[in-house]
């Protein structure tokens, strides 16, 4: 994964956040698409630990044939030397002292570093036989003894507009959980035109993602060669075809 410096970015979405309301599947923002999902990845501490470590380092993008490339992260607060200092007497106040910055940048037992709110990142995705590039800005973090995880949001040029996070959390008995929730709508009407085709592809990564987290990585199955753009462009001509025309060669 590619990085580089940090630069401001806006979503394509004014409800950042959503994703964590208790209500999102009753009282979605208006216009979007809620989804929610939950399964069982494994027990114990152990498990726990792998499974939001994985979350954490886009495993489970990466596990079911995305491709991420990180383009920027935000700037890490760096610590630095305070000299004694004195009052308007000369009196020291305030002892020398070397104070350590905010530990924001963990590392994975790998060395890989763990992704932060505001990091954007561009997800390559197979789309009918087509790559589709889709950047992504991570808008919170979760981070709780026994919960974990994170939550992107669109940018400009990804295929929908909208807000999709994975949490992985262990309950009293042990168990460990993935949930998985989103509200999201095509962000234009380009897209909006092979909607049906777009939620096709959802619930297929949707899939993979539910199982990405298993012990053994999942077997990524390959497309049917279609094209999404040149459907778009179909689906687009039928739309704007006046009543009794025909198209060349009909």
């Known amino acids: ?74 700037p890490v607060e760096e610590g630095g030397y305070h000299p004694v200092t004195f009052d308007d007497d000369g009196v020291p106040v305030d002892p020398a002292h070397w104070e350590q910055g905010r530990d924001e940048s963990r590392f994975a037992p790998d060395g890989t570093a763990f ?6 990142a561009t997800l390559s995705i197979s789309a009918y036989g087509r790559s589709v590039q889709a950047p992504v800005r991570v808008v919170y973090v979760v981070d709780e003894p026994r919960r974990k995880g994170f939550a992107y949001g669109t940018l400009d040029g990804h295929p929908e507009s909208g807000e999709e996070s994975w949490v992985v959390d262990q309950t009293d008995d042990g168990s460990v959980w993935l949930s998985i929730r989103s509200f999201s709508r095509p962000s234009t009407w380009r897209w909006k035109l092979v909607e049906p085709f777009m939620r096709r592809q959802q619930a297929m990564y949707t899939r993979r993602y539910l199982s990405a987290l298993s012990l053994s990585e999942p077997d990524v199955p390959a497309e049917a060669d279609i094209d999404l753009e040149a459907a778009a462009e179909a689906a687009h001509d039928d739309e704007i075809r006046e009543p009794g025309s025909r198209r060349s060669g009909d």
């Open 115 to 120: 992704l932060t709110a505001g990091t954007t």
């Open 1 to 74: 994964m590619r990085r580089s410096t940090h630069a401001e970015t806006h979503t394509t979405y004014g409800e950042v956040g959503a994703t964590q309301a208790p209500d999102l599947m009753q009282y979605p923002p208006k216009g979007f698409r809620p989804a929610e999902y939950r399964t069982r990845v494994g027990h114990g501490d152990a498990r726990f630990e792998a499974a939001w470590i994985a979350t954490m380092t886009w495993k489970i993008q990466e596990r079911s044939g995305i491709e991420v490339r990180v383009d920027s992260v935000p």
